[in-house]
């Protein structure tokens, strides 16, 4: 259980895809005086009937009928109340056995399945055909969420109303204002381009303003110097006139008594101690006190949907303080120096608060699997220490100076995690030592409980004592809770603790005065302050080792005591002066975010998009957005608040895209680093929740539906090398030329290894993208789509594995999978991006719609989409940081590259980010869906547009001409020539010209020119060219729209040659074959049959195709047959024999043979072998029985480390799904080893039984 959240691996299955063409067309619209009148048209959706697993259906609503809700936003006038009138006008009613959404279960830690046909019922509720579900801000303008019930279903006659086309009458109080022109323009790249009255309406007063609540920033005066430190746990700190030296403050400039330091935004007390008046060196300071940053009501039980109460700060234990000068009203603590004598009560003794919390593990409870997903922090979301099932967990704590006779309190958080009795599922109570047992209660099914009792004195002990927290059986064979902490509160007498002292009085019952009495003081020298309604620092002399002050206390007051020399510093962090972010004055379409590691490079990087992209640019410092936004506090919340100030407030042109440049983790507090030993994982830039949402950053108006109002990508480097790599694979990217990797695309479809219905389901999401996007025109592409088989196993289908190897080597535009994954896998055995490396040096885009990839911030594994952006050559990885649920993960990618390849939206951000919006448009904003928008993440820089050819590229080169013929010369009539031609664009419905032609001996011997359609990727053209007579060299060239008709992205690769010999036919040479001879001497060629003019030849001989450094030799032609001797140099070597005239350049064929001491037909080296069908032999000079080998890779990577195994024989892999836990066993038998089963033990979950069963099927394996 404890790793659900750690990696999850699962992909929720359906098995045929539900048609993403579903669409709402506005038909008709109509803008009146105070109306808005629309009718629209609704299309199909494929429903599930009960006994099936095909159709819609939604996760985050198990149980109801499976009917979706159609959503639309109509752009409508601000503060201008109205109501809704809809008439049906087309309608149709059928009958069907509609089925419920599934519910999803968990299977094990790793793995989950649907139940498809759930034990609870929710009838249909009989609510209006349309609903007004509140109003969403998109692009600024105030929009109508209205959601049409297109389907209703009549349970008893189980028949189903469809609305076809429904027409709505929205009737304002006000009038309208109307103008003359579109008050929204319409834009596919926008999110506008989901307001169904964009481009149609004319009202005037649509913007409205999204105010965020108000950040105090009166506290910043823009003339001043800050200093920014920081505190980690309470007591007093001091500043000193060197710390702030080294910081670059000019400490000469400071009048002391305008020290100021503020804290969210107010000024605190402080003490300012001088040596000279009205000068500030090096050994003066200041001094304050500092807190830790609590959280605030831990003690509290959340409710529903608000976020779980932490005892420290959900992001950092660090309070954040600003110390500045040179300003007014500088707030200074009362110094007491006397204590007056009166009969006070004496006040001895506090309540020491020992708190203990082991954050070990990010897991928690909650019946709803697709709320858990989301990255709220909601009410049970947070880390915990252990887990408590029936039995006592002994706690415990050791007291000091225990003050006597006050009672003791103890409290002890945990919540309800598992359990298989629903009803009051668990039973607690608590003890102390040997006291008995108080507070007994229940927890509800995940709820939670903070256990808490008081507890006399008898049973408290100076020194060692134990808390006891005891889980009783309520009848279930399951019964867990998740212990967080525990806490203590016991009186202790005012007793110093190496030299500090900090003491609460929360326990008192309202404000009077005391005499505090603190004992065993021996050091003079020290600090001493109490803070309640009034700060006062005291310096009253040390009395029989006490100190004995006056003060009015109440339950509000502090006391902080330390030794002089034991006061330690804050944390410094820098000075500044703010540059603020709030000024309006600012302007940006492209909004940088980084870590101050990365600062340097990202300037360079940003003026690179800003020449390349024609965008104007900003580099923010995370920081500064933490110091104006957060009062400097460490908050991802801030980066939002920002954000929306930003686009609400800075000039236009409005931002478009922002890129979050550094890594990130949720374990804000490094919890698995401190308690697991793994590496600490820094968090450059913050995202927000878990599993982490950056899009949460840029949705602006959350008050009901996820509409992001800005494109949002992240580059999670952690390294500088890593940031420089990407820059660098960034600006190859466009400076790329366009080719065949452009037009190619690789699509990757799993599923469990057994499951037929699912590998199929799968495959068909791909064949659907090829079949609609991929092929049609213009774009054309060239696809190899790899899909898991059953029978035989193999993970990419029937393709062999030099097939395979090719297809990777020449790579794709972009990648597709779909399947199960992980936060490190893929269910069809890529494991490492190494595997999915091109040769062509290109960098594609990278969708995978499964489970986990984009965790990029997970504390103790790198992920898939970090490792192919930050390292392998991965553009741009998006992929879900959350699980993949089967209604998102079946549909979106059908959404998404409609976008990039239909609809032209080739910015990746813009199409991810409107795609996700047409999700949302049409299945509705229910959770499973607002899980994808928030999560689903885009890893890579949002402006990239995806490098798909603009217009046509037609392309012919030298090695495009191919000569058909094996063996020709003069002696035949004609030649036949092959012309390959490639289009490397658009694939268009037009025409062009081709012009070929062969020149022989500077005159042309052969032209044509015709037309040709322009090819989807490739076209062939066969020609014959007369050869007859025509030995010597040719020259064949092509020229493609030689009328310059087409308009292409290139116009200096249509034309291209190919020079080549015809050789004479009038020599030939007695011999079998043309490789595979051994010839001795003489060699014997045959004269000339027909009349020839020549009466000698040359012959040359070399010991290369080629004819390098040949040898020749000048022999006289016999009427029927010539003799030569070739010189025994060559003897027992391969060599090459040519002829040609004297009188002309006429050249015969080459033969090659081996110089022996016979004539014969001979296989004798590699070349000889080279045509020859070989199996199971090695060919080198000789041959030789090959040895068969096969490769077998075993790859084991536990929890920490990827969780996933394999076993791959020849690079298949035998393990049917790839992370479920346990021993994985495939069996290979015989001597070609040949796959004979599977098995898999999980002996960790399964306990004895497993072990005994995987004994017992060790023990039955033959040794064959």
């Known amino acids: 259980m404890i790793n659900l959240i750690r990696i999850i691996f699962g992909f929720f299955i359906l098995s045929i895809i539900t048609p993403v063409s579903a669409q709402i067309i506005l038909q008709d619209y109509e803008e009146g005086a105070n109306f808005i009148r629309l009718v629209l048209t609704l299309d199909e959706i494929t429903l599930r009937e009960k006994k099936s697993q095909q159709g819609y259906f939604d996760e985050s609503n198990p149980g109801k009928f499976s009917l979706p809700k159609r959503t639309i936003f109509i752009a409508v006038p601000v503060n201008n109340n109205f109501t809704i009138n809809s008439s049906i006008l087309q309608s149709k009613q059928f009958a069907f056995n509609l089925g419920l959404n599934p519910q999803v279960l968990k299977s094990s830690d790793t793995t989950f399945s649907y139940n498809y046909s759930p034990d609870f019922y929710y009838a249909q509720s009989n609510s209006d055909i349309v609903k007004f579900c509140g109003y969403q801000t998109i692009e600024k303008y105030q929009c109508a969420e209205l959601q049409i019930e297109q389907f209703t279903y009549n349970v008893s006659s189980r028949l189903i109303n469809q609305i076809e086309k429904i027409e709505l009458l929205l009737r304002f109080q006000n009038p309208l204002i109307l103008g003359s022109s579109n008050s929204i323009r319409a834009s596919r790249n926008s999110s506008s381009s989901i307001i169904i009255n964009a481009g149609q309406t004319k009202i005037g007063n649509l913007h409205t303003v999204q105010n965020e609540p108000k950040i105090n920033s009166d506290w910043i005066d823009d003339g001043l110097q800050y200093v920014k430190v920081g505190t980690n746990a309470d007591g007093i700190y001091r500043v000193t006139g060197q710390q702030l030296q080294n910081l670059g403050v000019n400490i000469n400039l400071i009048n002391p008594s305008t020290l100021k330091i503020f804290l969210l935004g107010s000024a605190i007390p402080i003490y300012v101690k001088t040596n000279i008046p009205g000068t500030f060196v090096k050994d003066d300071f200041l001094e304050f006190i500092g807190k830790r940053n609590y959280g605030g009501e831990h003690r509290s039980i959340s409710r529903y949907g608000e976020p779980y109460k932490e005892y420290l700060d959900r992001y950092s234990d660090t309070t954040v303080y600003w110390i500045t000068w040179n300003t007014v009203n500088s707030p200074t603590v009362k110094v007491v120096s006397s204590t007056v004598s009166s009969n006070t009560d004496t006040l001895s003794y506090y309540y020491e608060i020992n708190h203990f919390e082991q954050n070990n593990w990010f897991d928690f409870s909650g019946a709803d699997l697709v709320r858990k997903e989301l990255p709220y922090w909601s009410e049970n979301k947070t880390w915990g220490w252990s887990g408590l099932s029936v039995g006592t967990r002994n706690n415990a704590f050791t007291t000091t100076n225990l003050f006597p006779n006050k009672p003791i309190r103890v409290y002890a958080k945990m919540q309800s995690y598992a359990f298989s009795n629903p009803i009051r599922p668990h039973h607690l109570a608590i003890s102390l030592n040997s006291s008995p047992v108080i507070d007994s209660t229940y927890i509800n099914q995940y709820g939670q409980i903070v256990l808490q009792g008081e507890f006399s004195s008898n049973y408290i002990i100076q020194g060692n004592n134990t808390f006891r927290v005891h889980s009783y059986s309520t009848g279930g064979s399951i019964n867990l809770c998740f212990f967080d902490w525990y806490e203590v509160e016991y009186p202790r007498y005012l007793i110093p603790r190496e030299g500090k002292l900090y003491s609460k009085f929360s326990f008192l019952p309202g404000k009077k005065e005391y005499f505090l009495k603190i004992r065993n003081v021996t050091n003079t020298s020290y600090s001493l302050w109490v803070t309640g309604d009034k700060a006062k620092r005291f310096s009253v002399p040390i009395v029989n080792n006490q100190i004995v002050i006056h003060d009015t206390i109440s339950a509000q007051s502090e006391l902080f005591y330390c030794e002089e020399t034991k006061i330690p510093f804050p944390i410094f962090y820098y000075q500044k002066k703010f540059d603020r972010l709030t000024v309006n004055s600012n302007k940006a379409e492209y909004i940088l975010i980084t870590n101050k590691k990365f600062l340097a490079r990202a ?14 640019t900003k580099i923010v410092d995370v920081d500064d957005i933490y110091d104006e936004f957060s009062y400097g506090f460490f908050n991802p ?385 066969f020609i014959k060219i007369p050869v007859k007579e025509l030995s010597g060299e040719h020259r064949i060239s092509v020229n493609l729209d030689k009328d310059d008709a087409v308009k292409e992205i290139y116009e200096d690769d249509n034309i291209a040659a190919y020079q080549f010999i015809v050789p004479s036919g009038s020599v030939k040479y007695l011999i079998t074959s043309h490789v595979e001879n051994y010839l001795k001497n003489p060699v014997r060629i045959l004269s000339p049959s027909a009349k020839n003019e020549a009466s000698s030849y040359i012959l040359e001989v070399a010991e290369n195709g080629k004819f390098y450094n040949a040898i020749q030799y000048q022999i006289k032609l016999d009427t029927i047959k010539t003799d030569f001797n070739i010189d025994n140099r060559f003897k027992n070597k391969r060599v090459w024999l040519r002829t040609k005239t ?123």
């Open 637 to 1021: 919340e801030a980066i939002r608040s920002f954000l929306k100030s930003a686009y609400y407030n800075w000039q236009t042109p409005s931002i478009k895209y922002v890129c979050i440049v550094g890594g990130a983790t949720y374990d804000y507090h490094g919890n698995k680093a401190t308690y697991q030993g793994a590496p600490r994982f820094y968090n450059y830039v913050p995202s927000f929740g878990s599993p982490v949402s950056d899009t949460w950053f840029v949705v602006f108006d959350s008050s009901r539906t996820i509409i992001p109002d800005i494109s949002i990508g992240r580059i999670p480097v952690t390294t500088n090398q890593e940031f420089d790599w990407y820059f660098q694979k960034h600006k190859e990217y466009l400076r790329h030329p366009f080719n065949a990797w452009n037009k190619r695309v690789i699509f990757f479809s799993g599923g469990t290894g057994n499951d037929q219905s699912q590998i199929d389901a799968l495959r068909n999401v791909n064949e659907f993208i090829i079949q609609n996007y991929v092929n049609p025109k213009p774009y054309s592409g060239k696809f190899t789509h790899f899909y898991k088989t059953i029978n035989p196993v193999n993970n990419f289908g029937p393709y062999s594995a030099q097939q395979i190897a090719r297809t990777i080597d020449s790579g794709g535009v972009f990648i597709s999978y779909l399947g199960h994954s992980g936060t490190q896998t893929w269910d069809n055995s890529i494991t490492d991006p190494m595997q999915l490396q091109n040769k062509v040096n290109c960098y594609p885009l990278i969708t995978d719609f499964g489970c986990s990839t984009a965790r990029f911030a997970e504390p103790d594994v790198i992920s898939f989409s970090q490792t192919f952006v930050n390292n392998g050559q991965a553009i741009a990885y998006i992929a879900n940081s959350s699980l993949g649920f089967t209604s998102t993960s079946y549909t979106f990618p059908q959404i998404f590259y409609k976008k990039l390849l239909a609809d032209s939206v080739y910015t990746i951000g813009d199409a991810h980010r409107i795609a996700k919006l047409d999700l949302i448009s049409k299945y509705g904003a229910s959770g499973v869906y607002q899980l994808f928008a928030l999560t689903n993440t885009l890893i890579g820089d949002p402006i990239i547009n995806l490098k798909l050819p603009p217009k046509s590229n037609l392309v012919v080169s030298e090695s495009d001409i191919k000569i058909l013929d094996n063996n020709f010369s003069d002696r035949q009539d004609s030649l036949g020539i092959k012309i390959n031609i490639s289009n490397y664009g658009l694939s268009i419905n037009s025409s062009y010209k081709i012009q070929i032609q062969d020149h022989y001996k500077n005159s042309l011997n052969y032209s044509k020119e015709f037309t040709r359609i322009i090819p989807d990727f490739a076209d062939s053209v």
């Open 1142 to 1264: 004297n009188i002309s350049d006429s050249i015969s064929t080459a033969i090659t043979f081996k110089l022996a001491n016979k004539n014969s037909y001979s296989l004798f080296d590699s070349l000889s072998f080279s045509n020859q069908p070989v199996n199971n032999f090695k060919v080198r000079d000789y041959l030789s029985l090959d040895s068969l080998y096969v490769k077998f890779r075993l790859l084991s990577a536990g929890l920490n480390d990827g969780n996933t195994a394999l076993i791959l024989k020849n690079g298949q892999n035998f393990i049917p799904e790839n992370t479920l836990r346990g021993h994985h066993v495939a069996i290979f038998k015989g001597r070609n080893l040949e796959y004979a089963g599977y098995k898999r033990f999980d002996v960790y979950g399964g306990g004895t039984s497993v072990t005994n069963e995987y004994i017992n099927f060790l023990d039955t394996l033959s040794s064959d």
């Open 603 to 616: 300037k360079d990087y940003a003026k690179f998009i800003s020449d390349s992209y024609n965008m104007i």
